[in-house]
């Protein structure tokens, strides 16, 4: 069992109105997820995905699969 906390960061090109979300990937060694939430909400629900959804989604983004906002 681990104690580890998530450490939350967000990236350096979200200063954008606040349509961020936050990750921690500090779990992925030890818990195999990466914790997503809004950054908006620091206290709200967090979604826990597992680490290869997660790098599927980064991939999707940066591939463009999801439009322009």
């Known amino acids: 069992m ?3 906390s998530p450490l939350w ?5 979200s200063d954008n109105g606040g349509v961020c979300v936050e ?3 500090n779990l992925v ?3 195999g997820v990466v914790p997503v939430r809004d950054s908006k ?4 629900p ?8 997660f ?3 980064v991939a999707g ?8 906002v």
């Open 2 to 4: 681990t104690t580890e």
């Open 9 to 13: 960061f967000k990236s350096s090109y």
């Open 23 to 25: 990750v921690a990937a």
């Open 29 to 31: 060694a030890s818990l």
């Open 41 to 44: 909400d620091p206290h709200g």
């Open 46 to 53: 967090v979604l826990n995905t597992s680490a290869a959804s």
């Open 55 to 57: 790098a599927s989604f």
């Open 61 to 68: 983004v940066k591939g463009g699969e999801f439009g322009v």
